[in-house]
């Protein structure tokens, strides 16, 4: 599936997502710091979000990968979350700076909307952090991608079945959607 090209927070960065993915911003208000896109056949969601760079004691950056998961599965009170997998990605030269990449994988069990325990969805979460020690800055992007919906969750009724199974592989398009990221204005860093 080929990636289109998407202006992040007013140009200032760039990212590669499938077209599928909607401009939540058109229907509703986004915080300054994120950019949320939706499918809303299949309730996958892709965020990008700048953050104040977190204390990481290992030299790898793969800690801040996994402080970022586990960040998300408490500001969206998972009844349980677990990493599966994590990558190193090679430091890349960007823009001039080295940055360290890092990625964590894992499932979240979440429910929507304020719903009731009992109506969570299994969701699979990748997690791409990108550290920018220059500016004290981890831009996060996460894909949030429905593997079991729950038949009393408000996603049941929204979801096209066939939709999400076709659209299954997200993480065969993670990777090339992180490696298209890139900033473009280093101005949105300031003050």
């Not at 202006?7 to 993915?21: H, S, T």
């Not at 790898?60 to 998961?69: E, K, L, P």
């Not at 599965?73 to 979350?81: I, R, T, V, Y």
């Not at 429910?111 to 920018?132: G, I, L, M, T």
């Amino acid at each position: 599936m080929a990636l289109e090209e998407r202006a992040l927070l007013e140009g200032a960065m760039r990212i590669g997502l499938p077209a599928r993915f909607e401009d939540v911003s058109a229907f509703r208000q986004v915080p300054d710091t994120q950019e949320v896109f939706v499918d809303v056949r299949t309730d996958q969601s892709v965020i990008v979000e700048i953050l104040e760079m977190v204390p990481d004691a290992t030299a790898t950056g793969q800690g801040a990968a996994d402080f970022h998961f586990n960040s998300l599965a408490h500001d969206n009170d998972a009844l349980e979350s677990h990493i599966e997998q994590r990558d190193q990605l090679r430091p890349l030269p960007f823009n001039g700076y080295v940055v360290v990449r890092s990625v964590s994988i894992g499932v979240q069990r979440v429910a929507k909307f304020n719903e009731a325990a009992e109506r969570a969805n299994q969701v699979r979460v990748h997690v791409a952090c990108f550290r920018f020690p220059h500016v004290s800055t981890d831009i996060v992007v996460s894909w949030n991608q429905p593997i079991e919906i729950n038949a009393s969750s408000s996603s049941a009724e929204a979801v096209d079945a066939a939709a999400l199974a076709q659209n299954g592989d997200a993480l065969s398009l993670f990777q090339p959607m992180i490696e298209s990221f890139a900033v473009l204005d280093w101005s949105i860093f300031q003050g």
